[in-house]
């Protein structure tokens, strides 16, 4: 049975046909810059908000990462201290990654998740890119349906990926096996350019959802949706 979490934001609440159905397996897919980290933000705003409790693996310091959501307006200080929030950084002072160690990242952190799975109600990773740069396929599909398997013990997990993380086939198998997939990416309208969300997949939606929508991350209101025709998106 699914629940419909709101994201704390009406306006993005509306777009997705109520809020994001939870549990789910929720892909956001954007190049740099196009607001992964920000959109996971919001909806991990309207997990803590509902006392869910997350683990999240971070490519930054846990300080720089706090600094960072709280520039755009997401402030994850009172629940980091109450440890409703468990940061993971991936990044390891002094640490250089070499590709055979890569390699390695994607089974270390499914043990670490499965390790502390039952202690919290969801999972985020932002991002999964350093994971599976060198990953084989394989190990990128036994992940998906590690991720699955948690899902179906009633856990939500948000990943965030990059464009040209996985190779064509392995990205029909993540859209496929995603409850909620989200395209993020960026459209110049007139003088200025503004970041696009297309709906792909969002299974277990309250009501019909929109295609998408157009937003702005503004530094006082923070995730900002923007009138414009998606058709140009
Ligand atoms: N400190 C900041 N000052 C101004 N804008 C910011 C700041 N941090 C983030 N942004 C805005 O938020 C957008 C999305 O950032 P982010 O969610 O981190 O993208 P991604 O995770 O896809 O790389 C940036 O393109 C920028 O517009
Ligand atoms: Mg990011």
Known sequence: MRNIISTGNEEIDRQFGGGIPSPSLVFIEGA????????????????????????????????????????????????????????????????????????????AIKQFILEKIDKVDGVVIDSISPMVNNSKNESILDFLSFCKEIVAKGKTVIITSHSSDFSDATNTAVIGTADVYLKLGTVVVGDREVKTLKIIKLLGAADTPEAGFAFEVDLIFGIKIVPVSMANA
């Open 32 to 107: 740099h810059g196009t607001g992964k980290s920000a959109i996971s933000a919001q909806i991990m705003n309207g997990l803590l908000t509902t006392k869910k409790s997350l683990l999240c693996v971070i490519e930054n310091t846990v300080k720089q990462h706090i600094q960072k959501m709280k520039s755009i307006t997401f402030n994850f200080s009172k629940p980091f201290v109450r440890s409703q929030l468990i940061f993971v950084p991936m990044y390891i002072k002094n640490a250089k990654w070499s590709e055979k160690n890569t390699e390695r990242i994607l089974p």
